[in-house]
């Protein structure tokens, strides 16, 4: 029995058949545009023909990116892209990737293989890259000796530092012998010792800047002991040059000024720098004149004479505290004997005997303080103030007394 396939599935089988074939997922279509549609959703529709065909194509919005002008009726465009079958309708179209008006594809193509090519050979690694000089004295320049180049460069350049001397190669910028003049200019100036190298030229078609996308070029950049500022176009044209050069400027313009330096900016950061300098002197000389006088208070402190001084007051301080201390001790010691001498005083047996006082000792001249030590008969010895009596005990008889002296009889 035969094998019957819906519409559905022979679409889809198609499909794949297209998707499997690298050729038709990578192609390039050259053709007139014709019904062109911009679509609300950002999609472009369109059909490219020629004499005898046409062929549906669509670009969606996210491939707009890198079209930079607007598709109309009757342009002659290369279409980059991929074939494939819209299962829906059973269709197959163009889904472009990469749209260039005519003459402009095969270029880009060119374009997009030798930049491969060269980064394989590590034209464009980072590590090959010299820096470019903060202060040069001598600035190469490969360009047009006419156009509007050449006199941006001057002009700027005379502005910001009329100091650094230009070095101009006249090359040919464009056509047949652009290439081999330019070659030539980077390897003469290269030779010739100058500090930066300006390789570029003024705005143009990409056939008018194609003579910087050629691999000799390329190659001089590449080679070149000089560090290389590539200044091709404007700001939205890229070359190979650019890839290659130590440094991409946007415009010839912004060449000069990356190349070279304002002077007046580097005068003001000569007087920022003195004026640092100055502060920082300053305050070095005021830091060592106080570590100055700190040694010399130092030294002074720890001199022999200083030192002998010092003791020598010491000494006299010492001597005045123990003087203070002994005049302390003795008022205190005289104070304490008048003291003393009072209470001995008090406690005298004169004083007592002054005051009618007696003392009675016997015959053994032993205090008598009580009646139970004499007898009758005995002879005692009376000392008054003013002399001795000697009396002989007739009669004993013992008195209890009170403390105010008060007695009672036993």
């Known amino acids: 029995m035969k094998e019957i396939y819906s519409v559905a599935a022979l679409n889809q089988y198609i499909k794949q058949l297209f998707i499997s074939d690298y050729g038709l997922n990578n192609i390039y279509v050259r053709g007139e545009i014709s019904n062109c549609k911009y679509h609300t959703s950002g999609h472009i529709y369109f059909t490219i023909k020629d004499k005898s065909s046409a062929l549906a194509c669509v670009m969606f919005a996210g491939n707009r990116g890198g079209l930079d002008f607007r598709l109309s009726e009757g342009q002659q465009v290369v279409v980059f892209g991929s074939v494939g079958v819209y299962e829906r309708d059973g269709k197959y179209q163009l ?92 390897r003469s100036l290269d030779a010739y010792g100058v500090d930066t190298i300006i390789v570029g030229r003024g705005g143009g078609s990409m056939e008018d800047l194609w003579a910087f996308n050629e691999a000799p070029v390329a190659e ?28 991409r ?19 003001e950061r000569l007087s920022d720098y003195e004026d640092t ?48 201390r002994i005049e302390k001790v003795l008022t205190f010691k005289k104070h304490e004997r008048d003291i003393f001498m009072e209470r001995l005083s008090g406690l005298s047996p004169l004083a007592r005997l002054s005051g009618g006082y007696a003392f009675i000792t016997d015959k053994n001249n032993h205090l008598v303080r009580s009646v139970d030590q004499v007898k009758n008969n005995d002879v005692l010895t009376i000392s008054v103030a003013d002399g001795d009596i000697t009396a002989k005990v007739t009669e004993t008889k013992k008195v209890r007394r009170d403390v105010h002296g008060q007695g009672k009889n036993s």
């Open 277 to 324: 300098l100055d502060q920082l002197l300053t305050g070095k000389i005021h830091l060592y004149r106080q570590y100055w006088e700190q040694y010399r208070l130092r030294l002074t402190h720890l001199s022999p004479q200083s030192r002998i001084r010092e003791q020598r007051m010491r000494l006299m301080d010492m001597e005045e505290l123990l003087h203070s």
């Open 220 to 247: 001089a950049i590449y080679q070149c002991k000089t560090p290389v500022i590539s200044a091709v176009g404007h700001e939205t044209d890229v070359t190979i040059a650019d890839f290659v050069a130590d440094l």
């Open 95 to 186: 889904y472009a990737r990469q749209i260039t008006r005519d003459g402009q594809g095969l270029l880009y193509q060119k374009f997009e293989e030798l930049k491969k090519h060269l980064d394989k050979l590590g034209y464009f690694s980072p590590e090959h890259k010299k820096p470019i000089p903060q202060y040069p004295k001598k600035v190469g320049i490969v360009t047009a000796k006419t156009g509007a180049a050449i006199q941006d460069i001057i002009n700027i350049s005379t502005r910001r530092n009329p100091y650094v001397q230009l070095v101009l190669y006249p090359a040919t910028v464009q056509g047949p012998e652009a290439v081999p003049t330019i070659v030539a200019g980077i």
């Open 249 to 267: 400027a946007p415009t010839p313009s912004a060449a000069a000024e990356l190349a070279v330096p304002d002077v007046r900016e580097i005068l």
